[in-house]
């Protein structure tokens, strides 16, 4: 994907999960099934994961190479990170600590999804700020994933909430079928 098309997808796919999120029900948004997290936990886990990435693209170029490194080997393409991150899934990958969201009320529903939003444009605009060549180059660590390439990074954030998006569905489907 190019700049544009990365920036395109993490506008979509964001927006759309707010939207997901805030068309819920009041009961739906606390609803857990079978100790799952709630649609409002999957809000939390969510601004939780975008949020370093976001901080760590206001760094220049130069501070990303001395702290994190510079790639030793291509980018992968979208489809082959997202078939890692559900390898690593399947493999018993979790959210570590950092990651992982406290209780959500329905009073926290409004607040987090204007801050996600807000990190969601933040971070499209700063992708700007990187040419093609330096989304190849430079790399972030991720807790489960390892090194990975700021293009890559990206591609984890636009699979990583569809992910959830498609979590908090299946949860609530299940809890529906349940009660």
């Known amino acids: 994907m190019t700049k544009r098309e990365i920036q395109q997808q993490l506008q979509d796919n964001y927006f759309r999960f707010i939207k997901q999120i805030n068309d819920l029900s009041d009961s739906d948004f606390l609803r857990s099934y079978n100790d799952k997290w709630t649609a409002g936990q999957q809000l939390d ?7 370093p990435v976001n901080l760590a693209l206001i760094l220049p170029g130069f501070l990303l190479s001395i702290y994190f490194g510079k790639a030793n080997r291509p980018s992968k393409s979208y489809e082959a990170l997202v078939e890692k991150y559900k390898l690593k899934l399947e493999a018993g990958g979790r959210a570590s600590s950092p990651f992982i969201p406290k209780g959500v009320s329905l ?14 444009l933040s971070l499209v605009k700063r992708v700007n700020t990187f040419s093609e060549e330096k989304l190849d180059l430079l790399i972030l660590p991720h ?13 984890f954030t636009i699979c990583h909430v569809k992910h959830h998006e498609k979590q908090t569905m299946q949860n609530l489907a299940n809890s529906n079928i349940h009660s």
């Open 107 to 120: 009073n926290d529903r409004e607040k987090l999804s204007k801050k996600l939003e807000a990190l969601t």
């Open 45 to 51: 886990h969510i601004i939780k994961s975008v949020a």
């Open 143 to 155: 807790p489960l994933l390892g090194k990975l390439t700021l293009r890559e990074m990206l591609y």
